[in-house]
């Protein structure tokens, strides 16, 4: 062992392991999915890789949006700090959430901006969570909160998400005990990576509870722009009593193809954004004014382009689906986003052979360097897969894409537990 390894040890954080950090042998799953692919594109170099594994927007912003920032840009009195936002992206996302949700905010005191989701994911704990607070996830989910608030040394438990009950989590079957320890659920709809959404029924009932037990909710609604049906796009203060309660994320990167442009918006009452406020003031300085600036006009003159990624979506989804269900996977009836979320096989019989699976790791795997399609594992529940439908490409259009997907997938043999 070097000085400087001996030295880092000695100050390594005990929330990100301490003297052990870096000495284990676990590789995250995207690292695997990243060697995979590595290994498929050296053992066949002509074959064309089907990237479903991607969670980002596969088209570019709109040209309007683009040519905002290039203005913006250009001014003097945008080149400073905007710490905690410029009031044109809070009105226009006051107006958007009006709009689309018929909920209505102060833009002055319940809307601060966020340099994306998952930066204020990681701020918001710092707001609300003390050591040996209960925080409960739903998952599969954005892991983010919980990364953090176990850092502050809470407790976090998942709540189990299964199709049986359309991906909502059961409330009914937290214990008393936790509920009275809870601090914050955090819930993620329209969900990733199921595609579910949330009902105001189910929406009224934790409202309800937190009421009851005094507990915070955190919806990330980062794919509530993209539902497919109108009737499903639900915010959380479409409920009476939500807005003492909880607090709602919304983004710029999935709706309207800003992923790399890291902005979004946190909205809930005065009370708990003036919280929000108050830690990412110390965090960060704030997202570039032009950004904002151009954010701001696509809120209120490009409402079409979320539509229009939805209808995109939907229609590979609808296509990629039917191959899988002639594949004999079992696959719900997606509600928005652009993942589609189904259980793995336990054997597959390709080219002769016969192969077992015990875990989703394995078969994205073996898919990713058999069949040269990308997919992403998820075994937090039970071993299923995530399959994004941003797979656009400049040099291939989605309909080879969804040919060459059918005639690989046709070339094997799927075997599936029988359901109980």
Excluded at 90 to 116: C, R, W
Excluded at 274 to 292: C, E, N, R
Excluded at 393 to 417: A, G, P, W, Y
């Amino acid at each position: 062992m070097d000085v400087s390894e001996q030295f880092a040890k000695k100050i390594f954080s005990e929330r990100i392991g301490g003297k052990n950090f870096g000495n284990s042998n676990q590789i995250y799953k995207f690292e695997k999915i990243k060697r995979a692919k590595r290994e498929a594109l050296a053992k066949f170099p002509d074959r064309v890789l089907i990237d479903m594994g991607v969670g980002e927007p596969d088209d570019m912003a709109a040209n309007s949006s683009i040519e905002a920032l290039a203005h913006e840009s250009k001014k003097y009195e945008n080149r400073g700090y905007s710490d905690n936002g410029c009031q044109e992206f809070k009105d226009a996302a006051a107006s958007y959430m009006e709009s689309q949700f018929n909920v209505v905010l102060d833009p002055q005191t319940e809307i601060v901006h966020s340099i994306g989701s998952k930066a204020a994911l990681s701020i918001l704990p710092l707001c609300f969570v003390n050591p040996g607070d209960v925080v409960l996830m739903t998952a599969p989910g954005y892991p983010v909160f919980g990364t953090h608030s176990r850092y502050l040394l809470a407790d976090v438990i998942r709540l189990p998400l299964h199709a049986k009950n359309n991906y909502l989590p059961e409330l009914d079957d937290i214990p008393k005990y936790i509920l009275q320890r809870t601090k914050v659920v955090v819930v993620n709809y329209p969900n990733n990576p199921t595609g579910a959404c949330a009902t105001k029924e189910f929406f009224k009932k934790l409202v309800d509870m937190a009421h009851e037990h005094s507990f915070l909710i955190i919806n990330d609604a980062a794919y509530a722009s993209l539902t497919f049906r109108e009737e499903d796009r639900i915010s959380i203060f479409n409920v009476d009593g939500a807005k003492e309660v909880a607090l709602e994320l919304h983004s710029m990167s999935k709706g309207f193809n800003m992923t790399g442009w890291r902005l979004g918006w946190v909205c809930g009452n005065s009370k708990l954004m003036a919280a929000y406020a108050h830690v990412k003031d110390q965090t960060d300085s704030g997202q570039f004014l032009a950004i904002q600036k151009a954010a701001a006009l696509a809120l209120k003159n490009n409402l079409s382009i979320p539509s229009q990624n939805a209808q995109k979506y939907e229609r590979r989804m609808n296509q990629v689906a039917l191959v899988l269900k002639n594949c004999g996977f079992s696959v719900d009836n997606i509600k928005a986003g652009f993942f589609l979320y189904t259980q793995i096989p336990s054997a597959i019989e390709y080219s002769g052979k016969k192969i077992n699976f015990t875990s989703a790791e394995e078969f994205a795997e073996w898919m990713i360097k058999d069949l040269g399609i990308v997919v992403v594992p998820w075994d937090d529940v039970e071993p299923s897969l995530r399959f994004s439908m941003t797979f656009g490409s400049k040099d291939t259009d989605e309909n080879e894409i969804i040919d060459l997907f059918r005639s690989r997938m046709s070339n094997v043999e799927f075997k599936f537990r029988k359901s109980k």
